[in-house]
């Protein structure tokens, strides 16, 4: 079946340093790929995606490369800030009817 | 849009006692899905709706719990009787051009 697997967290950065958290996924077909941001005491927002192969999603300084001969959608930020501290999930969607697959989930937490 | 509505945001109840909770989806979102989020588990499909109607509810742990959508605008979780181990944020999320939109989720506690 479908699945996604996230680097363990929790991932512990200073301030304006550079982010990676990896994601690597298993379908069967062409999926859609997510990554959603938790903030504490919140639910989960969306962050970025990618709807197709080699797509690039991006927002607020965020990008993630949909991979497919790696089968990965790695989330980069160039210089973290302590705002940036939350749970970051990737996700794929089978595209029948908007079924999301989450990963395990990274938290990162940002120091000043 | 007020976004996707949960209540309540808290709830505290004694092992045995019925719960429910409730959730109203984005207007115009056809698909509504139900998650359980916990440290050990992570994060959790229970079941979605598609139109009002269940389409997976293999996630679902057992007969003590059932999920109602009698309409677009109004879905139900409940929980009866419930124990200690179903202590777990409960999210609401409904699905409109691929995006998935969280409710701020329900924390539930059974003491």
């Known amino acids: 079946g479908n699945s996604v697997t996230q680097m363990e967290g929790p991932v512990t950065l200073s301030e304006e340093a550079f982010l990676t958290i990896n994601c690597t996924y298993t379908a069967t077909g062409y999926p859609s790929l997510f990554w959603y941001v938790q903030y504490p005491g919140e639910g989960l927002q969306l962050l970025l995606k990618a709807t197709k192969a080699d797509d690039k999603g991006s927002n607020k300084g965020f990008e993630a490369t949909y991979r497919k001969e790696t089968t990965s959608f790695h989330l980069e930020k160039g210089s973290v800030q302590v705002s940036d501290s939350a749970v970051y999930f990737c996700a794929l969607s089978d595209n029948q009817g908007g079924k999301l697959i989450f990963g395990q989930g990274t938290e990162l937490s940002v120091k000043p | 849009d007020a976004g996707v509505i949960q209540s309540p945001r808290h709830e505290v109840t004694e092992m045995g006692q019925e719960v429910t909770l409730r959730c109203k989806p984005i207007?115009?979102?056809?698909?509504l899905f139900w998650y359980r989020q916990t440290m050990m588990r992570g994060l959790e499909l229970l079941i979605y709706f598609n139109n009002n109607v269940p389409i997976d509810d293999s996630g679902m742990p057992e007969d003590r719990f059932s999920a109602k959508m009698p309409n677009a605008s109004f879905s139900t979780l409940k929980i009866q009787p419930s124990e200690p181990r179903d202590s777990a944020v409960y999210f609401c999320a409904s699905h409109g051009r691929e995006v998935a939109f969280f409710g701020q989720g329900t924390r539930l506690t059974v003491v």
């Open positions: 207007s115009g979102h056809n698909s």
